[in-house]
């Protein structure tokens, strides 16, 4: 077995049983996790190829989450006087990844999306516990050689946490721009699905595709139509009423693979990064769905019910962002 530096990478090449493997991944640590890793694989006569490589960042893993979970717990938490409340974490953990996601897929800006999702319904100290559990799982991949870096997770601040961030009406113009001149129509018909349904990013994929035709009319007297979304997190289903344009993509677009997978996230990030906007994700959309409705005064309860929140409590932190409702006061102190 052999290293070699091949153009932006390394390549790690062997030969084994007549057969030729070859893989170039990004670093040189990298290099030499992988060329470890298939000679232990070769040693148990098993595919190297089979060795986790993320194709986008080229990072080697080879252990799935539910495997460095059970190995973290097994080291650090069992038979701790926390034990019963670390299951429960571990068990809300890997039901949002996935128990075998490999961990190479667990980058800094996907835990920052899960983040964001988590905010709707948890506090930060409760956020907090949850990325503990991660952290430490991945930190004993790092150690025990499974990956070589373990991505950057910000601890959320538990004093004065109510911080509501969505995109203005320039911004979202400008990311939609930004994805018609690289050519990606997909994410750019994502986006507007997203910010006018609130729909999160996975529900997106789960409605059903036979519109529903509602009673109301627009202002214009045009129809209006609304999208059956069944799988909803609070687990109630909810018909949302489409904006002109969410109705004309939801006919012609059917959406397959999730925002949040590797090709489109390495786009995602490119127009972020390159419009100065990366303290915000794609969550982002949601909240500014929740942001305009308020903003532009449909009642808070009606809210609640069209971004499926469990708690009132979770749909009026957005209240504060309407001035009106204070100035709304005075006329009722006028009677």
């Given at each position: ?91 809300a953990v890997q039901t ?225 962002l309407n001035p009106n ?11």
């Amino acid at each position: 077995m052999s290293i070699k530096p091949w153009r932006a990478g390394y390549q790690v090449y062997v030969t084994a049983n007549g057969k030729k493997y070859r893989k170039t991944v990004s670093t040189e640590a990298d290099a030499k996790l992988l060329e470890a890793k298939w000679r232990h694989a070769l040693s148990l006569d098993q595919d190297p190829y089979k060795v986790e490589i993320n194709d986008q960042t080229g990072v080697v893993s080879s252990v799935d989450l539910i495997t460095a979970m059970n190995k973290t717990y097994d080291k650090y938490w069992r038979g701790s006087k926390n034990e019963p409340a670390v299951i429960n974490l571990m068990r809300a953990v890997q039901t949002y990844w996935g128990k075998n996601i490999a961990l190479n897929r667990i980058t800094t800006t996907a835990i920052e999306d899960w983040v964001e999702e988590m905010k709707e319904t948890k506090a930060n100290g409760t956020i907090n516990r949850h990325l503990a559990i991660l952290r430490k799982t991945l930190k004993w991949a790092y150690h025990n050689d499974h990956i070589n870096k373990v991505p950057h997770i910000e601890t959320q601040s538990e004093v004065d946490t109510e911080r509501l961030v969505w995109y203005t009406e320039e911004e979202e113009a400008a990311i939609l721009s930004k994805f018609k001149d690289l050519g990606e129509e997909y994410l750019h018909d994502y986006a507007i699905v997203s910010v006018d349904t609130g729909m999160r990013a996975s529900e997106v994929l789960k409605y059903n595709p036979t519109l529903v035709p509602l009673k109301a009319v627009r202002k214009d007297g045009s129809k209006v139509h609304g999208v059956h979304v069944s799988q909803r997190k609070n687990g109630k289903p909810l018909i949302v009423p489409l904006t002109k344009r969410a109705e004309a993509i939801l006919r012609s677009r059917k959406f397959s693979t999730n925002v949040h997978d590797y090709q489109h996230r390495k786009v995602w990030d490119r127009v972020r990064e390159e419009l100065g906007l990366t303290d915000k994700c794609w969550h982002t959309w949601r909240h500014t769905c929740a942001t305009r409705l308020v903003q532009r005064g449909l009642p808070i309860e009606r809210i609640q019910k069209w971004m499926g929140h469990s708690s009132i409590q979770t749909t009026l932190k957005y209240a504060k962002l309407n001035p009106n409702n204070l100035v709304e006061g005075v006329d009722l102190l006028e009677e």
